[in-house]
């Protein structure tokens, strides 16, 4: 069955950069497209960017300068990482897979990231 | 970018009541290729968001047909017919005609 997992450090200090990876299972990364979402704590969801099944990306303009969203078909994996975290990066940082008319149809479980020294 | 206003913020309802949310967008969701990708999630408590309706009215795979979307342009909205207590939680709006944007949320609770 179609699963996405993620794995991050927990804990990052400010200023630092945080990498985190998306391991997913039962289909392709040739396939579809992956987004990253985040969501603050007790907040809304926010888009951080997508990688194509062709490499190519396209992110927020919010986070443009210092995100990069990379991928290892071979090992149906996706990366994310991002630079400079400040506290307001404290969130649950989700991939997401687009599927049914584009629509974000598979999540994973969240990674919870605590910006903090 | 998109913003996406829903309403109301919270909606208490009894169960085996029929509920109603509202999205408007601050501009059209019809995609240059004529659809109109707007869609419906719900986040239960402790679990990440769970697709219910995709493109306005297409329920995704196992969601019940007592879930059902409408609308067109700027303005839409999810109905539950018959809320049972597997309906409770947050419900979002999302857009990805334009860069992907989401509602503020809707939380359905107990009356």
């Known amino acids: 069955q179609v699963q996405l997992k993620e794995s991050g450090p927990g804990l990052v200090a400010p200023s630092q950069s945080l990498s985190i990876t998306c391991t997913v299972s039962g289909f392709s990364l040739t396939s579809y497209d992956i987004s990253w979402i985040r969501q603050p704590p007790g907040k809304g969801l926010e888009w951080l960017g997508v990688?194509?099944?062709?490499?190519?990306?396209n992110y927020n303009s919010a986070f443009m300068s210092r995100l990069s969203i990379s991928k290892d078909n071979s090992k149906s994996q996706v990366f994310l990482k991002m630079n400079s975290l400040q506290t307001d990066d404290t969130a649950i940082y989700y991939c997401?897979?687009?599927?049914?008319?584009?629509?974000?149809?598979?999540w994973g479980q969240g990674t919870s990231v605590t910006v903090s020294s | 970018d998109v913003v996406m206003t829903q309403t109301p913020l919270s909606l208490p309802v009894s169960l085996g009541d029929q509920a109603s949310i509202s999205c408007r967008s601050s501009?059209?969701?019809?995609?240059?290729?004529?659809?109109?990708?707007l869609h419906w999630y719900l986040q239960k408590p402790g679990q990440s968001p769970k697709l219910l309706i995709y493109k306005v009215s297409n329920r995704f795979s196992g969601v019940p047909d007592r879930f059902s979307g409408s609308g067109s342009g700027t303005d839409f909205t999810l109905k539950i017919s018959r809320v049972e207590a597997e309906d409770l939680g947050v419900y979002f709006c999302?857009?990805?005609?334009?860069?992907?944007?989401f509602g503020g949320g809707t939380k359905l609770e107990i009356k």
């Open positions: 501009q059209s969701l019809v995609h240059s290729n004529g659809n109109t990708y």
């Open positions: 999302s857009q990805s005609t334009h860069v992907p944007t």
């Open positions: 997401v897979r687009e599927g049914s008319g584009t629509a974000m149809d598979y």
């Open positions: 990688i194509w099944t062709g490499g190519g990306t």
